[in-house]
């Protein structure tokens, strides 16, 4: 019997959601095995970083909380600012239901469960904008060393990168067919981004006004684009939960606390060591005392912490020119884009040594030369040297990648999305530098790593058949 119309347009849906499962538990595989490995080496120490140890106090409290039945609405939502609420709740229910003694392996591993998925998103993203990059972009995230390294640290960054993942197939899926339902979607999906790092928030409202025009333009029809309304409301539910929860606890209807410490602690001690080579610590020392002997001792209101170290922050920013912030900032997005994951894993993160921060330096690139080469541990140089090489050919290969989807006209729309989000969190992230921050473009790096290897590999194939 010949086979009928819908078996037809069928079969290949069945083919990618049979490769999705596989693509799920291939990577699933690979997570759990290196996070019960570090944790039969370290125990709970090797999924932790600097982060972790609160966001691990504030789950254990809050299990407690849902043990006693006496949950209040504020502690629902997290009581602290820093954490979102999402988080909040991810990070709670493994402590609820494993305690304390298996609470922290429990999220790690719902955490591989999370990257999994994000690696099958991966495969959907690359299958809808050129099918034959789709297999190969999936097995470079099921192997991408910063989402494995990632997914066994006790952080938020994992979760939050599968939902941007899902946030930038919805929006293909969209721009596609602008309907209601991939509208809602691509609002859930944003929404829960936030909910897990507000960070999101401003490009996720950017991104929607990007999608509106990208429909105007292509004539889908006022209707249908008026369609991203419905993502409209569900991303500004979400982030009005945000601010009815710090409104409720410290009278503020803010986002985040965190813009005040950031200026003072760490963008003006980055830009003054730009500037003239002043130690980080020194200056960020410095700030504190500033901010001591005007304000007094720390307040309880984040917000309230957050305007004296914003006031005294902008007070030394006058003194610190312009250049020396550039410095700081380009400094920040070229060790965030070629730094090692690897690094981070508590095996190695933990290895005695002098960090980045504290290695001195008359230059920024002699302060690399010495961090990589003059660390006082072999071990821990070995593998940075090694990462960085392999860093350097994996963006000569995304590179190419980027390039070769950059030659189809239909596509530029979505890149101009994937750039506006490479430079949003670059920027954000500012002269911060850790290889943590960017994870979220990992699934975009993989899905050009896949195009550019396929590229390669036709450039390979044409040139054979020419000798």
Same mark, same amino acid.
């Given at each position: 019997?010949?086979?009928?119309?819908?078996?037809?347009?069928?079969?290949?849906?069945?083919?990618?959601?049979?490769?999705?499962?596989?693509?799920?538990?291939?990577?699933?595989?690979?997570?759990?095995?290196?996070?019960?490995?570090?944790?039969?080496?370290?125990?709970?120490?090797?999924?932790?970083?600097?982060?972790?140890?609160?966001?691990?106090?504030?789950?254990?409290?809050?299990?407690?909380?849902?043990?006693?039945?006496?949950?209040?609405?504020?502690?629902?939502?997290?009581?602290?600012?820093?954490?979102?609420?999402?988080?909040?709740?991810?990070?709670?229910?493994?402590?609820?239901? +494993?305690?304390?003694?298996?609470?922290?392996?429990?999220?790690?591993?719902?955490?591989?469960?999370?990257?999994?998925?994000?690696?099958?998103?991966?495969?959907?993203?690359?299958?809808?904008?050129?099918?034959?990059?789709?297999?190969?972009?999936?097995?470079?995230?099921?192997?991408? /060393?910063?989402?494995?390294?990632?997914?066994?640290?006790?952080?938020?960054?994992?979760?939050?990168?599968?939902?941007?993942?899902?946030?930038?197939?919805?929006?293909?899926? %969209?721009?596609?067919?602008?309907? +209601?339902?991939?509208?809602?979607?691509?609002?859930?999906?944003?929404?829960?981004?936030?909910?897990?790092?507000?960070?999101?928030?401003?490009?996720?409202?950017?991104?929607?006004?990007?999608?509106?025009?990208?429909?105007?333009?292509?004539?889908?029809?006022?209707?249908?684009?008026?369609?991203?309304?419905?993502?409209?409301?569900?991303?500004?539910?979400?982030?009005?939960?945000?601010?009815?929860?710090?409104?409720?606890?410290?009278?503020? /209807?803010?986002?985040? /606390?965190?813009?005040?410490?950031?200026?003072?602690?760490?963008?003006?001690?980055?830009?003054?060591?730009?500037?003239?080579?002043?130690?980080?610590?020194?200056?960020?020392?410095?700030?504190?005392?500033?901010?001591?002997?005007?304000? #007094?001792?720390?307040?309880?209101?984040?917000?309230?912490?957050?305007?004296?170290?914003?006031?005294?922050?902008?007070?030394?920013?006058?003194?610190?020119?312009?250049?020396?912030?550039?410095?700081? %900032?380009?400094?920040?997005?070229?060790?965030?884009?070629?730094?090692?994951?690897?690094?981070?894993?508590?095996?190695?993160?933990?290895?005695?040594?002098?960090?980045?921060?504290?290695?001195?330096?008359?230059?920024?690139?002699?302060?690399?030369?010495?961090?990589?080469?003059?660390?006082?541990?072999?071990?821990?140089?070995? +593998?940075?040297?090694?990462?960085?090489? #392999?860093?350097?050919?994996?963006?000569?290969?995304?590179?190419?990648?980027?390039?070769?989807?950059?030659?189809?006209?239909?596509?530029?729309?979505?890149?101009?999305?994937?750039?506006?989000?490479?430079?949003?969190?670059?920027?954000?992230?500012?002269?911060?530098?850790? /290889?943590?921050?960017?994870?979220?473009?990992?699934?975009?790096?993989?899905?050009?790593?896949?195009?550019?290897?396929?590229?390669?590999?036709?450039?390979?194939?044409?040139?054979?058949?020419?000798?």
């Amino acid at each position: 019997m010949p086979p009928t119309t819908s078996d037809t347009v069928s079969s290949p849906q069945r083919a990618a959601a049979a490769l999705s499962f596989k693509i799920f538990f291939a990577a699933l595989i690979v997570r759990w095995i290196y996070a019960l490995a570090v944790y039969g080496w370290m125990g709970d120490a090797g999924m932790k970083g600097v982060d972790s140890i609160e966001y691990a106090r504030n789950a254990v409290a809050f299990a407690e909380a849902l043990k006693s039945g006496m949950l209040t609405l504020n502690e629902s939502l997290g009581t602290n600012p820093y954490t979102m609420p999402l988080f909040h709740w991810l990070a709670g229910l493994p402590y609820l239901i +494993f305690d304390n003694a298996h609470g922290a392996l429990a999220y790690v591993l719902l955490q591989g469960a999370f990257d999994a998925a994000t690696c099958v998103i991966v495969y959907r993203i690359a299958l809808l904008i050129a099918p034959r990059i789709a297999l190969a972009a999936a097995i470079v995230a099921i192997l991408n /060393p910063t989402q494995i390294v990632m997914s066994g640290l006790f952080y938020a960054d994992t979760p939050f990168t599968t939902f941007v993942a899902l946030s930038f197939l919805a929006a293909l899926k %969209w721009a596609d067919a602008p309907t +209601f339902r991939n509208s809602a979607l691509l609002g859930i999906a944003l929404g829960l981004a936030a909910l897990v790092r507000a960070i999101i928030v401003p490009w996720a409202f950017f991104a929607l006004a990007l999608l509106t025009i990208f429909g105007l333009v292509r004539r889908a029809g006022i209707r249908r684009t008026a369609s991203l309304a419905l993502a409209l409301v569900v991303l500004g539910g979400c982030v009005g939960t945000i601010m009815f929860k710090n409104y409720r606890h410290y009278g503020v /209807p803010g986002i985040s /606390p965190q813009s005040g410490i950031y200026l003072a602690l760490w963008i003006v001690p980055l830009a003054k060591e730009m500037q003239d080579r002043t130690p980080y610590a020194r200056t960020a020392e410095e700030m504190e005392k500033k901010r001591l002997e005007r304000f #007094g001792p720390l307040p309880a209101n984040y917000y309230e912490q957050s305007r004296q170290y914003t006031e005294i922050g902008r007070e030394a920013l006058k003194e610190i020119p312009a250049i020396a912030l550039v410095k700081s %900032w380009m400094s920040g997005i070229a060790i965030n884009l070629t730094s090692p994951a690897v690094l981070l894993s508590p095996p190695l993160s933990q290895i005695p040594r002098t960090g980045f921060v504290d290695t001195p330096g008359s230059s920024f690139p002699e302060k690399v030369f010495n961090y990589a080469f003059r660390s006082g541990n072999v071990i821990y140089s070995s +593998f940075l040297i090694a990462g960085l090489a #392999g860093l350097a050919i994996m963006r000569a290969i995304q590179l190419t990648g980027f390039v070769s989807l950059a030659r189809r006209a239909s596509l530029w729309a979505f890149l101009f999305l994937m750039l506006s989000w490479f430079g949003y969190l670059l920027i954000v992230s500012g002269p911060i530098a850790s /290889p943590k921050y960017r994870l979220p473009l990992e699934p975009l790096f993989s899905v050009m790593t896949g195009a550019g290897l396929i590229a390669l590999a036709d450039w390979r194939k044409k040139n054979t058949a020419n000798a």
